[in-house]
């Protein structure tokens, strides 16, 4: 069941294409079907033209809806990179396209249904509303002041960039324009290569960044959701609270995806291979380290086992839901009992739990096992009906960025600087004090300490938005090595195709363009 939202769009684009004036776009609200009990829910209307842009309380509202409709696609985000990555997939009886496009069973993913086409338009609208805030900022009555401006500014660049992200994840080297948000262009903004696409992606992070920092250090003069309450204040990104911590902790992320996008275009770096390490831009993995070390939410230190139930922990940024009226569910819930299809695969299961690994106890069995909802699929390769824990709910959060993740994301660039020593103690990290277990001990290769931190990708953030683990596959060139089901039929998919929405208007012509 799908929830929408409705606005009249006069010139604005999903993308770079153009819709025409008076155009009415629905933002779908993603209910992946299968997943969970479905209901209507009367979400707030957060682009009425009735709202005034021009005062406070117009402000505050757009903002909350940016911030809410934020959370549109993280259902697609979780359960088509988590089954590209063969880890989490939906088995039903209803609709093979989860197993079959998603999971790369032999079939292409189409671009003209919610398969191939979402994750896209939702984005586009969001990265729009932020920049229309932006742009409205000088003509509220009463004035806000040039430090309320300035914050305000760094917040929406900082969601404009993080939207942006949520498409380049799932489009990658099929390219994503992502600019062209201010106003109409006289054409369409240029789809860009994955590398300059996350170079762009940076740009935003680091401008906001300066406009954060431009800002009085105190509360933010605009409220954002409860799940933003670790990152609620102004104030350098060192400080606990602060805002500019989280436009850090993206900022490393995009860069370290940066600096391996550059290998995966024409003329670039050297790629990775299954046996080498390529050579990603060094600038970039410096940038980026610099990002994680400059964030208060990174802080391995503070690392502690897996809570059981709901994701809880306090160095983290949260999408929140409610099955309340006015709100949205949990897009993905995992609940014990329900009639969900969404099941880790035995071989990744086993994999995490291996050696005691306390990251197993957010694995679950469901008590409606996949023998029930699917066929033989799902008798062959998820047929123990493990789920994860940590969605118990429709009132359960989902994590946009966190500590954990960080000390991976500083690994993962650590190896990419050819410092192994220090990935392995960021690995280590990980594994002693959030899995209990041993530290590693095994070769200090870049192969061996890449294929862990592989492991420890897949253990953390089995079920997260962003499937660190699948991005790497990427960076590393492993499509082809990664953990196959499917032998001789497996597409190898990790990425969506331009939506037929983006590219029909644009006469198909979607070949990026590379600086």
Partial sequence: MINTLTRTVTGRAFGGAWLRPGLTAGLAVVG??????????????????????????GIQFLVTGVAANSRADIGQDILALSGMGREIGVFTTTDSRFITEWMGDGNIIPNSDFYGGGGWSAEFLNAKDAEAIIQDLPKVTPAYSASDMSLITGVMKTFEAYNMMLVAETRDTNGVPIFGFASPPATPAPILCVKDVWKGIAAMLDSAEADLDAGTPGPLPINLPPGYAAVSAAGPSGTAGSFAGFNRALAAYAKLQYAYATTRVPGGGAPATPSSAGAPLLSA??????????????????????????????????????????????????AVGQTTTVFVLDDVAAEIAAGGDLRANKLIVNSVGPNSEAGP???????????????????????????????????????GEGNLANAITSINAIRTNVGNVPPYAGAVTYVAVRDQLLHEMRASNLGEPGEERIMAVRNYGLQMQQTTTWGGTDTHSTL???????????????TPSCS
């Fill in 377 to 415: 699929t799902a008798n062959a390769v998820a047929a123990n009906g493990i789920t994860v824990g940590f969605y118990q709910s429709a009132s359960s959060p989902i994590p946009i960025i966190r500590n954990e993740e960080l000390v991976l994301i500083e690994a993962a660039i650590q190896l």
């Fill in 496 to 510: 969506l195709p331009i939506p037929i929405q983006e590219s029909g208007p644009r006469n198909g012509n979607i």
């Fill in 285 to 334: 993995l410096v940038a980026a380290d610099s990002a994680v070390h400059a964030t208060f939410l990174y802080n391995p230190g503070a690392l502690t086992p897996p809570p059981a139930g709901d994701f809880s922990d306090p160095l983290a940024v949260y999408h929140n839901y409610s099955s309340t009226s006015g709100d949205l569910d949990n897009p993905v819930t995992f």
């Fill in 32 to 57: 992946l079907m299968g997943l969970a009990a479905c209901k209507d829910t009367a979400v707030p209307n957060f682009r009425s033209p009735q709202i005034n842009p021009e005062s406070p309380s």
